[in-house]
């Protein structure tokens, strides 16, 4: 109350305003949101792309240049990494889903490391977490970023990850209220329709929200949908009040602060010009307006409007108390400058990439297993390939670094996403001495209409290989959804679900064909008849070692910084001009890695070659030096 006594009529409208920052563009847009701080007074940012170092010294900049600390916020569905270069992601929410009941407290220490990673960079705010029941496999925009489609199960998990990060100092944000999961058009795009009644909406959409305000969350976004049940209108949702006043304050009882989803979309700005739409945005109860296509023309209309009465001051007192509120919540009142030393380290701590390895692990999920064919026997006895439809054919992909791994005998291919007839021929003809074929359907898309990216010629093969008399082991790297798309896969000997294409998820989906790690994931969604929610098959681990992190084997995360500067030492005393080292403890490798050259005589040094690795278990396979990383890309939000 002190700071809005200080505040004019003016300032008190701008502190409602979130405009978009980038760390990849130009100093001109830079400049720009300069001049919005300086010059209106605007009372937050939302961060999009870009790298966390620049982004840090903009921050830092834009905050200086502010009279009240700016808000900060992002869309850190799976962690900053979303938007951020070079930082850690988690897995994705649909992902995260498939991890069992008993192992979901995975997701409540996500929270915290994700509010950590926000801290670091000077942000008070995640657009997190995705709280729609995504019960339409055709949803363009949602999808991949929903827990599942059970309500209860999506109450849950949200509360986890809301717990995490509110306990941890950011504030979470529920989206997208008042449900975006059964629509099959995407808001960015257009207004999508909802055409469900009250009764529908009360059992499914509104529950997990429901939910998230009785356990505290402070934030609540809402979507630009056209829902007639709650409003007749045909006005979006963002701009209805019946929907944000009588449903979502009066009726849910949420005391915390509203967001608009962006501003700029399509789905509201198709319907009601920039500047009106603001205006329209607060009568119906909004306390931020994210996103403004053009904010000094907006700024001007609702100030217009106030002065008009058409909006009355104490509508305008009553948001930015919250944003203020909000603010002295945050420690705003106490900003320090972001410092850049570390940042990547912090960003990035051994914890946290153990967490996000275990929380993968746990999700890998197993639809079919004929005969018990997994996890693989008696390697000795079969001849093996790999056959990757996706990516880049100059590059060996992680899932097929791992099946090395446990046998170095394997053959490796690969084909382009939509082979041409000849490539098919040929790769039927390669692939037909061998006695179980490792298929893995990668660079996948994420759009149902376009099949997730999986080609006719693709399903030809498939079906080709499934034929009787070779095993084929199918893996998808990708939608759950993506499996229904696949038109053979219950001819296929077994069928492993990895969600997404992560190195992690790559690698653990071969530790489990082989038996490294067992089975436990469960869908989160309903696939087909045959494999609906809560399905998954399960296999036992230990047959053969597994790769994992040094906690994993109840070994210090520091172990590797300590072999690292061991190693170096004898490198710089010429103990030996190279090395590899391998540690594993408990039936887990937790350490594989070469240092140096074969030799330092002479003026050619050659690098110790990853085959030289010796093999440390009948059937492990040869152990290579640890593959670079390699990230997949996010949506926008």
Request: aromatic share 6%.
């Amino acid at each position: 109350d002190s700071l809005m006594r200080t505040l004019t009529p003016r300032q008190r409208v701008a502190q409602l305003f979130m405009v978009a920052a980038y760390s990849n563009k130009t100093r001109l847009d830079e400049d720009s949101v300069s001049t919005l701080i300086k010059d209106y007074g605007i009372g937050g940012l939302i961060f999009f792309q870009g790298g966390p170092v620049h982004q840090t010294r903009l921050l830092n900049r834009y905050q200086s240049q502010s009279r009240v600390p700016l808000l900060v916020a992002m869309d850190g569905e799976w962690g900053a990494g979303m938007r951020l270069d070079s930082v850690l992601r988690f897995p994705y929410q649909m992902s995260l889903g498939a991890v069992p009941a008993a192992d979901s407290a995975l997701i409540y220490d996500m929270g915290r490391e994700v509010a950590r990673q926000f801290t670091r960079l000077g942000m008070q705010v995640n657009f997190a977490p995705v709280v729609d029941v995504n019960n339409n496999p055709a949803n363009p925009v949602i999808g991949f970023r929903a827990w599942g489609e059970n309500p209860a199960a999506v109450a849950r998990l949200s509360r986890l990850y809301m717990r995490g990060m509110q306990a941890a100092g950011v504030l979470a944000v529920a989206k997208h209220f008042p449900g975006h999961g059964d629509v099959d058009a995407d808001s960015h795009l257009a207004l999508p329709l909802v055409r469900v009644d009250k009764g529908r909406l009360d059992s499914l959409e509104l529950p997990p929200f429901k939910s998230m305000i009785a356990s505290g969350i402070g934030g609540m976004m809402v979507a630009h949908l056209n829902v007639p049940a709650l409003d007749n209108s045909g006005a979006p949702t963002t701009l209805s009040q019946p929907v944000v006043t009588g449903l979502l304050r009066q009726r849910l009882g949420f005391k915390g602060v509203v967001f608009t989803d962006a501003m700029n979309m399509k789905g509201v700005i198709s319907k009601v010009p920039t500047g009106e739409a603001e205006i329209r945005a607060l009568l119906a109860g909004n306390d931020v307006l994210e996103f403004s296509k053009n904010v000094p023309l907006a700024l001007q209309a609702v100030l217009a409007a106030v002065d008009s009465g058409r909006i009355a001051q104490a509508r305008i007192d009553e948001s930015c108390r919250r944003v203020l509120a909000l603010k002295q919540w945050a420690g705003l009142r106490k900003y320090r400058p972001i410092a850049e030393q570390n940042l990547f380290a912090d960003l990035n701590p051994p914890h946290a990439r153990y967490l996000s390895h275990r929380l993968a692990e746990h999700s890998i999920t197993l639809l079919r297993n004929q005969r018990n064919i997994l996890p693989l026997q008696r390697l000795d006895t079969l001849r093996l390939a790999t056959l990757v439809l996706g990516g880049s054919p100059a590059d060996t992909t992680d899932f097929q670094r791992a099946v090395a791994d446990y046998d170095a005998q394997a053959a490796h291919f690969h084909l382009p996403a939509a082979p041409t007839l000849d490539e098919l021929a040929d790769i039927r003809a390669k692939l037909f001495s061998y006695d179980v074929v490792l298929v893995a359907l990668q660079s996948l898309g994420r759009l149902p209409a376009t099949n997730f990216g999986i080609a006719p010629e693709a399903q030809l093969l498939l079906r080709e290989l499934t034929k009787p008399g070779q095993q084929v082991v199918l893996s998808v790297f990708g939608s759950a959804y993506a499996v229904a798309k696949v038109r053979d896969y219950d001819r296929a000997s077994a069928v492993v679900l990895a969600y997404q294409e992560s190195v992690d998820a790559q690698r653990l989906a071969a530790q489990l064909i082989f038996g490294g790690i067992g089975a436990r994931g469960k869908l989160p969604v309903t696939v087909a008849n045959n494999l609906p929610a809560g399905f998954g098959l399960t296999t036992q681990p230990g047959l053969r070692l597994r790769y994992a992190h040094p906690e994993d084997a109840g070994m210090d995360n520091r172990l590797e910084a300590r072999v690292d500067s061991l190693m170096q030492q004898a490198l710089q005393a010429g103990a030996t001009p190279g090395g590899q080292v391998l540690i594993a403890r408990r039936g887990v490798v937790v350490l594989r890695k070469s240092y140096g050259y074969q030799a330092s005589n002479g003026a050619s040094k050659l690098p110790i070659p990853t085959e030289q690795n010796g093999a440390l278990a009948p059937g492990a396979g040869n152990f290579g030096s640890e593959p670079g990383s390699t990230r997949s890309a996010g949506p926008a939000a």
